[in-house]
Nanobody, 129 residues
Framework: EVQLVESGGGLVQAGGSLRLSCEAS????????ISWFRQAPGKEREGVSC????????YYTDAVKGRFTIASDNAKNTVYLQMNSLKPEDTDVYYC??????????????????????WGQGTLVTVSS
């Protein structure tokens, strides 16, 4: 069973940075595509970034390209999302998700038909103007 725990959210001023962590247990990250999603109340869930289990390719939604960086530390079984130059519109609850051989393109494009195998509980990011 995939178990994921996010941490690192908080309140930051616009232009600031945060680093989110997603620690996995019960699985080996190498076998799973790990994605970061975000969602605010009343809004649709958005795929933000993803590392593919197939070849390690990395994907970002256009809104965060050049500002966010996803990275995996397999020794710690943890995936990070470094968020720089934060904007008020980045305010959301951020979730990490893991899927065995998941297709990153579908998560970023929101075209996936099946939910990932496991989700974290979410961590709130608030960016003040």
């Amino acid at each position: 069973e995939v178990q994921l725990v996010e941490s690192g959210g908080g309140l930051v001023q616009a232009g600031g940075s945060l680093r989110l962590s997603c620690e996995a247990s019960g699985v080996t990250l190498d076998d799973y595509s790990i994605s970061w999603f975000r969602q605010a109340p009343g809004k649709e869930r958005e795929g933000v970034s993803c590392i593919s289990s197939a070849d390690g390719s990395i994907y970002y939604t256009d809104a965060v390209k050049g500002r966010f960086t996803i990275a995996s530390d397999n020794a710690k079984n943890t995936v990070y999302l470094q968020m720089n130059s934060l904007k008020p519109e980045d305010t959301d609850v951020y979730y990490c998700a893991a899927d065995f051989a998941g297709v990153c393109e579908s998560y970023i494009a929101s075209t996936y038909a099946v939910e990932p195998d496991g989700w974290g509980q979410g961590t709130l990011v608030t960016v003040s103007s």
